[in-house]
């Protein structure tokens, strides 16, 4: 009778949990992504209306490969993403430790919080707001202490690293988080051990602590990763793009291509060839989530 | 689970503050307005309009429009407005604004998606061959000439022709009405301009009168003669702070484009020889372009450090705060700005004068160079209201609403007799705005001009922040032209 | 003489720990108190040079954005929203999730990658197809096209997060509700949902504060009736001049909530990512 039970069990786990996440799937993603692949292979360029809806193969793909500004904003993705990805692990393995030193953490932890829930249209605003050269406070303090009037916002690279500190400020909290609660779960065993043999504390951090951390410090940069590779609100409320190109990641290069220019062909095979380019890291992801119980 | 204990206490005060905004909310619904009832009584006056609208109430009583447009003093004037309209109509306005870029891209989304969600939708004129060129807009000739439809006060003759044939005009058909007479022109600081000391220091120094200029020579002299440090006196004042004679709204933005596009027109250039839109006719970077391009760069030496980051508005607050107290090229409905007390700190002060010249035009028979920068109200051709949707416009641009409006300084009318209506006339910005448009140049209205507008915007703003030179960014614009021209 | 450096050492450790903290608490605070300042600044005092700090504060920001402009409308849209798409996300992602974390199978494999998945979409490049056909469905403007979309964009925190909870409640715990004769209905409602309860709460917030940040989905989808907090911020950024004082004001509105809800998350969060780490 347990053999029928288990074997019950099996079958109906496998149908009725999954249905309503498939439906929600099926309804929600696989249906638009479907159209967007359609799209991509279509010409749909709406400043060219006589056009619109021929079957044009891959001409889309190999118009957006043509083009120089695909690249440029390729390139500083990929340069944001490194930097601030960097960044942002570095500062949150460090702070993690610090909160670890730190007996009652619960309301500094809420107050860490704040900026990666808030909306990131509101901080991109506080970025416009602060950094702006008429009265933001930020070029105002920096003035008083270099003696000198900069502009941020209108000089591509201060613009580009005023995006990048906006973004570690907004998110290094979540990374902390995540590396906070890694810490202190390690078991205590090999620090006792580090102890009675006298390591530095270097020594500790490189040689246990990190290697220890190492599944949990992946799993952060992946997720945080995946997101940081989507950045748009933020540069859509802070500089639009500016100036010249110097903030117009992949993101927004897609939103001009699309919203602006209404070449939602090509828009659409960008973003096909976007899915294709993560799909690695999806299953990077994947491994990891799907590691399953016990791991 | 006593977690779950708190959790509940937070959700209860939550809805408890939901509650309470809601009622708040309800609260303060408003009946007519004292300044909406006068316009309803000035609808009231003429019995033919009155009868007009009665019979027009009967037929649509009880509809509800979706409206969409662009938010600045006109959008915002005409808001307090809409239950006027509602109150002789019956047809309710849910009326959505948002700023240019986003606008644009909604009423696009819609069109594309063939969705029908607005009925009349405000659109930027130079984008007018994208939507006809679609398919996407409904003539108005129908709805004009049907009497049920056709108010006694509409006098066509009256609008202003430019405006109304460069923002719904194409191919000879007329797609909407227009909804704005928006023109660029000269700004300057006239008080300073009458200066003794000024006018002597001026003299002295370029050997001419001190006048708003004739030419792009005299307007930078002017700029570079106004830009002075803290410490140096200006009309017998010390300064506080450094000052600045000119300002460009050079963000990468739409104000961008159409603010070069003034001085490239001024300086003989254009996008497209003759105004005929065809590849082989692309001027785009022809040496009047790079001389303009050239000249445009050379007034940062001017212009407030704020100015790359500078939009419609940028000037309007340089001025308003005197951080600008020169001269500069901008738009008539952002001089409304200058002349708000509330906010403005040279109210009265300002004069408004014709664009300079750097070539002479008025051998061509042009008496000057405006840059037209209008919008259209047209219907979509999904709508599920179009009659309803053609009565709000044509009353948006009766001469009643047009008046009130223009004496709240809220428009720039559409109509040539409200210019003549006295506050109208007194108001300088409005009254320089007539002689603009004696002479407008007007931006493609094909439907890849906004692609090309996009382009446009990224090779200015690389070329003023000094990525590139002015002929390598103009060339790299006819190349990126040739490819997306067909 | 040892412990007397031994002190020493530490006293500057402690010193450095503390400056850090209080550093970094200035820098995350320092952003919202100007902006918490600023939404009560007339004009004239924000673009005052040098910023004023002290000025006579103004409640017309508040007033403007939220009796005039209407914007409390739309942190009602953002609240309906944000709580229907959670429950949505729930009902339809947490069997999923448990379903996953109890047996492994090869439906429930290529359902985890999927809905993986949805969360590496660029949410612009799909938002164009899902404009359309939400139109056809006749679901633009109303909050349900919205409440959908950010069920898509949830679904996946969801699956993920109470996999990783479910996974911590022992495996005889289910077992056993089999053994004493529970249909497998019953066993997840009765006993492996309550002792993930914590982790569902956390994951509710989770979803709520996701839901009332975002701005793609919600700017494509919404009309002026709809739209939610985020969109209604950059429409107070014209070519007119940005409207700061209201735009700080909603600002300001936009964070409150979700503040109130930091201090809720914290506990149930860490809770849960506590136990969760312990698994891998």
């Known amino acids: 009778m347990r053999k029928a039970w288990n074997w019950r069990f099996s079958v109906q786990k496998d149908i009725l949990w999954y249905l309503p996440i498939t439906i929600l799937i099926i309804f929600l993603f696989i249906a638009p992504v479907s159209i967007m692949l359609s799209n991509s292979l279509h010409a749909f360029n709406y400043a060219r209306p006589s056009e619109i809806g021929t079957y044009i193969g891959v001409q889309n793909y190999s118009q957006a490969l043509h083009s120089e500004a695909f690249f440029r904003s390729i390139k500083r993705l ?21 909160l670890k030193g730190i007996e009652n953490s619960r309301p500094l932890l809420s107050i860490l919080l704040i900026p990666t829930i808030s909306a990131p ?125 110097a903030t117009e990641l992949l993101n927004f290069f897609i939103y001009k291509l699309a919203f602006r220019s209404w070449n939602v062909g090509q828009a659409s095979a960008i973003g096909v060839l976007l899915i294709g380019t993560m799909l690695p890291l999806t299953y990077i992801l994947f491994k990891i989530i799907g590691g399953g119980r016990g791991n | 689970m006593c ?125 007018l061959g994208w939507f006809v060129e679609n398919g996407y807009l409904l003539p108005f000739k129908d709805f004009m000439e049907n009497d049920k439809l056709r108010s006694p006060i509409l006098n066509e003759d009256d609008i202003i022709w430019a405006s109304w044939n460069a923002s ?17 022109y000269l700004w300057y600081r006239k008080d300073l301009f009458e200066d003794p000391t000024e006018k002597t220091n001026f003299y002295v120094k370029y050997g001419y009168e001190l006048a708003p200029p004739k030419t792009w020579k005299q307007f930078r002299e002017i700029g570079e003669f106004f830009t002075r440090e803290q410490g140096e006196t200006l009309a017998g004042k010390v300064l506080q702070r450094k000052v600045y004679g000119t300002a460009i709204q050079g963000g990468r933005n739409d104000a961008l484009t159409c603010e070069w596009l003034q001085y490239t027109w001024s300086f003989g250039g254009g996008i497209f020889e003759g105004g005929i839109t065809k590849k082989e006719n692309l001027i785009v970077n022809s040496p009047e372009n790079v001389a303009a391009l050239d000249f445009y760069k050379s007034l940062l030496e001017f212009s407030p450090p704020g100015t790359l980051e500078y939009s419609y508005e940028g000037p309007t607050t340089a001025f308003q705060q005197e951080l600008v107290v020169g001269l500069c090229v901008e738009w008539n409905d952002q001089a409304f700005g200058l002349e708000d007390p509330k906010n403005s700190a040279v109210v009265g002060k300002m004069g408004y004068g014709p664009v300079p010249m750097e070539v002479d035009l008025t051998t061509q028979g042009l008496s000057g160079v405006s840059h037209y920068g209008g919008w259209t109200q047209s219907i979509s051709n999904n ?35 409200t210019y003549s ?60 032209y040739m490819e997306i021209l067909k | 003489m040892n412990t007397y450096r031994h002190n020493r050492l530490n006293l500057l450790k402690r010193i450095m720990k503390y400056s850090i903290i209080g550093m970094l608490v200035l820098i995350i605070l320092l952003p919202y108190a100007w902006l918490l300042l600023d939404s009560f600044k007339e004009r004239i005092d924000r673009f005052a040079i040098p910023p004023k700090i002290f000025f006579p504060p103004t409640l017309n920001n508040y ?67 899902l404009y359309n056909y939400f139109n056809i469905l006749g679901l633009f403007g109303k909050h349900l096209g919205i409440i959908l979309a950010h069920v898509l964009y949830n679904i996946a925190f969801v699956v993920l997060l109470m996999k990783n909870f479910f996974e911590q409640i022992p495996k005889e715990i289910n077992d056993s509700g089999l053994i004493d004769g529970c249909t497998p209905l019953n066993s997840f409602l009765r006993l492996s949902l309550p002792l993930a309860a914590p982790g569902l709460a956390a994951t509710a917030i989770f979803c709520i504060v996701m839901s009332w940040d975002e701005f793609v989905y919600s700017f494509i989808l919404s009309s002026e009736s709809t739209k939610t907090l985020p969109v209604a911020i950059p429409t107070l950024i014209t070519l007119f001049g940005a409207k700061w004082g209201q735009a700080t004001a909603v600002s300001v509105a936009t964070m409150i909530p979700v503040i109130i809800l930091a201090f809720i998350i914290q506990r149930a969060l860490i809770k849960g990512l506590t136990s969760g780490a312990v698994k891998g």
């Open chain 1, 78 to 98: 990929l340069s944001f993403f490194l930097i601030t990805l960097t960044a942002e692990t570095i500062l949150a393995i460090f702070l993690a430790h610090i």
């Open chain 1, 121 to 245: 249209v509101v901080v991109g605003l506080l970025g416009r707001f602060m950094l702006n050269t008429s009265f933001g406070i930020i070029p105002y303090v920096i003035g008083l202490v270099f003696g000198e009037q900069i502009t941020i916002l209108s000089e591509p690279n201060l613009a580009f690293i005023a995006l990048v500190i906006v973004e570690i400020w907004h998110w290094t909290p979540l990374l902390t988080l995540i590396f906070y609660s890694g810490l202190i779960v390690l078991p205590m065993d090999p620090y006792d051990a580090a102890k009675v043999d006298g390591a530095s504390s270097w020594n500790v951090f490189w040689y246990i602590t990190l290697p220890m951390m190492m599944p949990i410090i992946v799993a952060g940069v992946v997720i945080r990763g995946i997101d940081l590779l989507k950045i748009f609100d933020e540069i859509l409320v802070m500089t639009g793009g500016g100036p010249g190109d």
């Open chain 2, 3 to 127: 977690y779950f204990k708190d959790f509940r206490r937070y959700v209860i005060i939550l809805l408890v503050l939901v509650v309470v905004f809601s009622l708040y909310g309800i609260v303060f619904s408003t009946s007519l307005e004292p300044e909406a009832q006068k316009m309803l009584d000035a609808f009231h006056e003429n019995s033919a309009v009155s009868e007009f609208y009665d019979q027009v109430k009967a037929a649509y009583d009880g509809t509800t429009i979706n409206a969409i447009g662009w938010t600045g003093p006109q959008s915002e004037g005409l808001r307090n407005f809409l239950p006027v309209f509602t109150e002789l109509t019956g047809i309710e306005v849910n009326y959505e604004t948002f700023q240019f870029d986003l606008v644009v891209e909604k009423v696009k989304m819609d069109a594309v998606a063939k969705a029908g969600n607005y009925d009349l939708e405000e659109i930027p004129y130079q984008d």
């Open chain 2, 168 to 184: 719904s005009w194409y191919d000879g058909v007329c797609y909407g009405h227009p909804s704005v007479t928006c023109t660029m």
């Open chain 2, 383 to 417: 709508s599920k209201n179009p009659e309803a949707a053609y009565l709000f416009s044509q009353w948006i641009i009766s001469p009643i609403v047009q008046t009130i409006l223009a004496q709240k300084k809220a428009i720039a009318p559409v109509r040539n007799s």
């Open chain 2, 421 to 480: 209506v006295p506050e109208v006339a007194n108001f300088p910005p409005l009254a320089a705005t007539g002689p603009a448009m004696a002479d407008t140049h007007y931006r493609p209205r094909i439907p890849e001009w906004a692609e090309m507008e996009e382009e446009m915007r990224v090779a200015l703003s690389r070329c003023l922040i000094g990525e590139l030179s002015s002929q390598e960014a103009l060339d790299w614009l006819y190349s990126r």
């Open chain 3, 63 to 129: 007033l403007y954005a939220f009796v005039d402009g209407g914007f409390f409308q739309n942190m009602i849209n953002s609240l309906i929203i944000a709580l229907c798409s959670t429950a949505i996300s729930l009902v339809f992602g947490v069997p999923a999730a448990y379903a996953m974390s109890v047996k492994k199978s090869r439906l429930g494999t290529i359902i985890l990658f999927i809905t993986i998945m949805t969360r590496i979409v660029p949410e612009l490049a799909i938002v164009v197809p």
